[in-house]
């Protein structure tokens, strides 16, 4: 090794040191330039992403000049509301009262009334009320679903767990509105 370092000329030495630094510099610019390609990512990926203007950025007068000049200061005067708004109650119904009123009942069959537990007779526990709005194109009316819950008496009394059986009733077309299936496609039809 020392035979060769030794052997190699001054010329050799110099043309090798001016390699290496050209080989260093160009490194350095390649060392730079992905820095900043990552701190450029590192920005887009956790830079601030509201769209707010930057204090060097120049600033382009959108608005007139009156609205410019104006005094920035100025606070318009504010109402002072002394009450609370409150909810209206039973406007759903008294929106309903002009409309005609159908009820529909649902009830078990008294081949259906029977207890699953002991065979006892079904009474009448309550009933579940539901209302839509039902639209036939030139009438409109309100349909009143009543479903009966029945419960067996026998039960109730001498048993712990009480089975409790509900009419079957068809499922509204929007869960908690006044909107029937028949109201929803005279509305998409419209």
């Not at 900043?36 to 382009?60: I, M, N, V, Y």
């Not at 065979?119 to 009448?124: A, I, P, R, Y």
């Not at 819950?149 to 509105?177: D, F, K, N, Q």
Request: negative net charge; aromatic residues 4%; proline residues 6%.
């Amino acid at each position: 090794m020392k035979k060769e370092s030794e052997s190699l000329t001054l010329e050799q030495l110099q043309q090798q040191n001016a390699k290496l630094e050209q080989q260093n510099t160009e490194l350095s610019a390649k060392l730079k330039w992905y820095e900043e390609q990552f701190r450029l990512a590192q920005q887009k990926r956790f830079g601030a992403s509201s769209e707010k203007t930057h204090p060097d950025q120049l600033e382009l007068n959108l608005f007139n000049e009156a609205e410019v000049l104006a005094v920035p200061n100025a606070e318009p005067e504010k109402e002072q509301i002394a009450y609370e708004r409150r909810k209206s109650s039973g406007k759903r119904e008294a929106d309903l009262s002009k409309l005609p009123l159908e009820t529909v009942t649902y009830t078990l069959a008294e081949g259906e009334q029977i207890c699953a537990c002991c065979g006892g007779s079904l009474h009448e526990m309550a009933t579940q009320t539901r209302r839509e709005i039902a639209v036939v194109p030139p009438q409109v009316k309100v349909v009143q679903h009543v479903r009966q819950v029945y419960a067996c008496r026998h039960c109730e009394r001498h048993e712990l767990h009480t089975p409790i059986v509900t009419a079957p009733m068809p499922r509204p077309a929007y869960p908690g509105s006044l909107a029937s299936p028949s109201a929803m496609a005279h509305v998409m039809c419209q």
